[in-house]
């Protein structure tokens, strides 16, 4: 079992099927019209690595419209990972979806961070089940091959369907394992920066950090 419980705030504009995702990661459940999320809702799941290793997350599902958006902004800080959704069918929630990944990344400091204080950020393609348009298709094929030079950088880039569970676990599990090599690393930063600055040579920023 993971020694904490981790942060995995999901976020995308509305329609993209957020809820339905994480009602299918975390019940196996599926419902085809769902109420637009008010703010925030949580989720608890449990992710079973092929290792043995169990991975404990609360998952956030923030609304996707408008009027909530500078309240995301406030869900985020102290993440452990970020998800931006998109529905694969809609180039416009896949430009949205990129636009939070920027966000989020100079939110957390950019590049004057090191990369071990960041969340992981995960792009995620939604409604994969669903026919898809030429121009849609052409740029989900960009950024399968080069998802950091379309939305800044990211951890990975995942496809799934809420409705059939195409994917849906093992993206999760992905995180997961993710999550458990970003806590090392986490770790490792903290003890190289503690011994820096017990010899005057670094003044410490983790603590400043709004990882």
């Known amino acids: 079992m993971s020694e904490k419980q981790f942060k995995v705030v999901v976020v995308g504009i509305a329609g993209v099927g957020k809820t339905s995702l994480l009602e299918r990661v975390a019940f196996n459940n599926f419902e085809m019209y769902k109420k637009p999320t008010i703010g925030v809702d949580f989720f608890p799941y449990t992710a079973k690595l092929p290792d043995g290793n169990e991975v404990v997350m609360q998952l956030w599902d923030t609304a996707g419209q408008e009027r909530y958006?500078?309240?995301?902004?406030?869900?985020?800080?102290?993440?452990?990972a970020i998800i931006a959704v998109f529905d694969a069918t809609s180039t416009y929630s896949l430009e949205s979806a990129c636009q939070y990944l920027?966000?989020?990344?100079?939110?957390?400091?950019?590049?004057?961070?090191?990369?071990?204080?960041h969340p992981i950020r995960?792009?995620?393609?939604?409604?994969?089940?669903?026919?898809?348009?030429?121009?849609?298709?052409?740029?989900?094929?960009?950024?399968?091959?080069?998802?950091?030079?379309?939305?800044?950088?990211?951890?990975?880039y995942g496809?799934?369907?809420?409705?059939?569970?195409?994917?849906?676990?093992?993206?999760?599990?992905?995180?997961?394992?993710?999550?458990?090599?970003?806590?090392?690393?986490?770790?490792?930063?903290?003890?190289?920066?503690?011994?820096?600055?017990?010899?005057?040579?670094?003044?410490?920023?983790?603590?400043?950090?709004?990882?």
Do not use: M
């Open 69 to 80: 958006a500078q309240l995301n902004s406030a869900y985020w800080r102290a993440a452990d």
């Open 102 to 117: 920027h966000k989020i990344y100079e939110d957390f400091g950019g590049s004057k961070i090191d990369p071990a204080l």
């Open 122 to 156: 995960v792009l995620l393609a939604n409604k994969i089940d669903l026919p898809r348009g030429e121009s849609t298709e052409d740029a989900q094929r960009d950024i399968a091959t080069n998802p950091s030079g379309t939305c800044g950088p990211v951890t990975f």
């Open 159 to 211: 496809r799934c369907s809420a409705l059939t569970g195409e994917g849906v676990v093992d993206v999760f599990e992905r995180i997961a394992g993710k999550l458990l090599i970003a806590q090392f690393d986490r770790k490792v930063y903290k003890q190289r920066s503690e011994v820096l600055i017990s010899s005057g040579h670094l003044e410490s920023i983790v603590d400043k950090c709004s990882c």
